[in-house]
């Protein structure tokens, strides 16, 4: 099984607004960057769909660190509430429906089929591939806003 990193960021101009996101995939020397972007979104979303992107981009069943600064996404899965999620009918620890649903179950499948670990980063900090993914995700931004 290959051994990839992928290193994810999701931004938003306004909270909901307009959002981007970026993976950063590497493996064996090679570097391959995706972006993309939403008009109506939220920081969340684009963060978990940075991840759907990067994992769904490897042709065969991998093992992956996944690198992101986003608590959300990493605390869902390496804490278990995914899990719980799932197990719960998609209803969180408030009673109430789990955000961005349709995006977990995407993830939860590529997570089943990959072999991933997710690894928190501190954002806006030392780490280049983490701050490449924040200049991208915010790029992603610009280019739906027209500048």
Known sequence: MKNVDIYTDGACSGNPGIGGWCAVLLYGGHEKRLSGG????????MEVYAAIAGLSALKEKCAVRLYSDS????NAVELGWLDGWKRGRWINSQ???VKNRD????????????????????????????????????????KIKGF
Do not use: M, Q
């Open 38 to 45: 939403e008009n109506e979104t939220t920081n969340n979303r």
């Open 103 to 142: 995006l977990w179950e995407e993830l939860s499948k590529l997570s089943e089929f990959h072999d991933v670990k997710f690894i928190k980063v501190k954002g806006h900090a030392d780490n280049e591939y983490n701050n490449i993914c924040d200049k991208e995700a915010r790029a992603a931004i610009e």
């Open 95 to 97: 009673g109430k429906p």
């Open 71 to 74: 608590a959300y996404l990493v």
